[in-house]
């Protein structure tokens, strides 16, 4: 029950961030989403022994988590899910590699452990740069700037829904659990034998809240497409200063030098 009231107020806190009145919010939306694609490209392009390359990379989010004000903290927190999966791929790989490809004093640094960290790093920062998209953006901004660039109507009518439609989930499995908890007083968790009841119960009554909604929604006009507001400019320096990061960090090894004059 507490995991289910924290994801509903992360997602409500991506939401009261992206309404805030900084200077990245006033940015245009389009601007920002062309640069969290590139960052996320050149980033997902190093190897998987190129682990100085990466570090590098990390900069921009870190940079831009503080200039806009972002708590840190935040961001780590929602990535500590994504955290234990990537751990787990990674660690599956120790034993397939284990050629030592380099020594810090005395640990044998070896391809697995460096292709380990490689990817640990590239999660972090990936989910970092579009973690600060979309608490600077919001996601009906995104989606209007997919709309821009010509993605399908239905596509992010989809993808727009489909974010909405999970807070709608969440509260019902917060009901679900806080009922069952009341039934069950100091068990901890929920029975295995209750899950396949709950589940059932769980989408039966997000079935019945959503056409709730989306009546709701057809009473208000909608007709399959959502307006896009009003349109944000600017940001293209944004976009300029972040090629040029992204280059700089891609074709020069710049931590290697620095490691090298030190």
């Known amino acids: 029950m507490d995991r289910l009231h924290r994801a509903i107020k992360d997602v409500h806190r991506l939401d009261d961030l992206a309404a805030r009145d900084t200077w990245l919010n006033r940015l245009g939306p389009l601007p920002k989403l062309l640069a969290v694609a590139l960052y996320l490209a050149v980033t997902l392009s190093f190897g998987r022994y190129q682990l100085s390359g990466v570090l590098g990379m990390g900069l921009w989010p870190l940079l831009v988590l503080e200039l806009a004000d972002f708590a840190t903290a935040d961001a ?89 439609y999970i807070i709608l989930l969440l509260q019902e499995g917060n009901r679900l659990a806080t009922a069952y908890a009341l039934r069950a007083p100091g068990q901890k968790g929920i029975h295995f034998r209750a899950w396949g009841s709950l589940l059932g119960q769980l989408l039966l009554r997000s079935i019945d809240r959503a056409q709730l909604v989306y009546e709701s929604m057809q009473l208000r006009g909608f007709a399959g497409t959502f307006p896009l507001g009003p349109k944000k400019h600017g940001g293209w320096l944004f976009l300029a200063v972040t090629v040029g990061y992204c280059a700089v960090f891609r074709a020069v090894p710049v931590f290697e030098l620095v490691g090298q004059l030190l």
């Open 76 to 164: 780590l927190r929602a990535f500590a899910p994504a955290a234990a999966l990537l751990a787990v791929v990674g660690l599956c790989n120790l034993p397939f590699d284990r050629a030592v490809l380099l020594h810090a004093g005395p640990l044998a640094v070896t391809g697995g452990m460096l292709s380990l960290g490689v990817l640990l790093a590239k999660g972090l920062f990936c989910f970092l740069a579009v973690w600060v998209l979309i608490a600077s953006t919001g996601m009906e901004a995104v989606c209007a700037a997919l709309q821009q660039l010509h993605f399908p109507r239905v596509l992010t009518t989809t993808i727009l829904l489909i974010y909405r």
